[in-house]
């Protein structure tokens, strides 16, 4: 399993915290789900970091089942409407975005 995560590395503007987390589920959420190949879509909206940690507002998570799947999912019109889309996000956000690719070993399980 390919998972790959984009950190927002800073913080949404003060006082548009609700207006974020509606953007994402809203318009976001269901084009990360259409990607084609996608097994699991995740989105963490931040609550608290240790002090002087360096802020994340969010963090999406997505999983493939091995990176020529993350390669075609990149590829989609839907990964450039999404990009387009996402513009709106980043004006009530101050920071960056990074992606980085994690290869998932094992099982995973939810624990009751």
């Known amino acids: ?3 790959r995560q984009a950190l927002f590395e800073g913080v949404i503007h003060p006082g548009r915290e609700e207006a974020f987390r509606a953007y994402v589920a ?3 959420m269901p084009l ?3 990607f084609p190949g ?3 879509v995740r989105v963490l909206h931040a609550v608290e970091h240790d002090e ?3 802020p994340f507002a969010m963090v999406l998570s997505t999983a493939y089942d091995d990176r020529e799947a993350l390669a075609q999912a990149l590829q989609s019109p839907v990964r450039y409407e999404s990009r387009e889309l ?3 996000l ?3 956000f ?3 975005i990074h992606h980085h690719v994690f290869e998932l070993h094992g099982r995973y399980c939810m624990i009751p």
């Open 90 to 92: 980043l004006e009530m």
């Open 38 to 40: 996608v097994r699991e």
């Open 52 to 54: 002087g940690a360096t």
């Open 94 to 96: 101050e920071g960056q």
């Open 32 to 34: 990360w789900q259409a």
């Open 86 to 88: 996402t513009k709106g």
């Open 26 to 28: 809203e318009k976001l």
């Open 1 to 3: 399993m390919i998972v």
